[in-house]
């Protein structure tokens, strides 16, 4: 972090965002602590790594920009148990309640880097993404940066419980993963007997 310096995590936070396997958790600590050291100063580390943030999510924002709507629809029509609909309500969900999905998202595991994609294919206003993703990444960057500056050599402890949340944050997606699953192939089943006329009393 001494080497890479403020500039460095930035960049470190903005492919975060893009590839969500590198750890926020560990890089924000290690951040303070530099900025505690001396290393650079505690609003260089906020700025840069909130400006991280930003960009990641603009990137992704794109991506979801470029799929859009028709192509997501498509999609789904050739992924067994999805169908377009299922697009058609998520798109309406996220026009609802896209502002507060994109501002607490930002303090989310996984779905800190997942949120900027439906935000892009719904085509929410850029200066209204912009100002969410900061407001919500400083609040997420500020608590991890000033946890590494507070606790020093012992930031370790930061990730320890920022792990549970992930595995929390896992279970939870795993779980709703697994009850779609099961309800639309019970569905197909009933479906598929309902039109079969062997399964029907004579």
């Known amino acids: 972090m001494e080497i890479i310096g403020p500039a460095g995590a930035g960049v470190a936070i903005a492919l975060e965002n893009v590839f969500p396997p590198l750890p926020s958790e560990v890089i924000l600590p290690m951040a303070g602590l530099s900025a505690s050291r001396g290393s650079f100063s505690l609003a260089e580390a906020l700025i840069w790594t909130t400006l991280g943030s930003l960009v990641g999510a603009f990137l992704l924002y794109g991506i979801g920009a470029w799929l859009g709507v028709d192509r997501l629809r498509a999609i789904a029509a050739k992924v067994p148990l999805l169908h377009p609909e299922d697009i058609d309500r998520t798109v309406a969900w996220f026009q609802r309640h896209g502002g507060k999905a994109v501002f607490f998202g930002r303090m989310v595991p996984i779905f800190r880097s997942l949120i900027s994609i439906p935000a892009g294919v719904t085509r929410m206003p850029l200066w209204k993404f912009g100002l969410l993703t900061v407001a919500g990444s400083a609040l ?63």
């Not at 500020?142 to 946890?147: E, N, Q, R, S």
């Not at 595995?167 to 795993?174: E, G, H, P, R, T």
């Not at 009850?179 to 079969?196: K, M």
Request: overall charge negative.
């Open 140 to 202: 997420w960057n500020t608590v991890f940066v000033l946890a590494g500056f507070s606790l020093g050599e012992a930031w370790p402890v930061v990730e320890r419980y920022a792990d549970i949340l992930q595995y929390v944050v896992i279970a939870a997606v795993v779980i709703g993963v697994a009850w779609f699953v099961y309800v639309r192939i019970r569905g197909l089943l009933a479906s598929r007997n309902g039109s079969d006329p062997a399964a029907s009393p004579d």
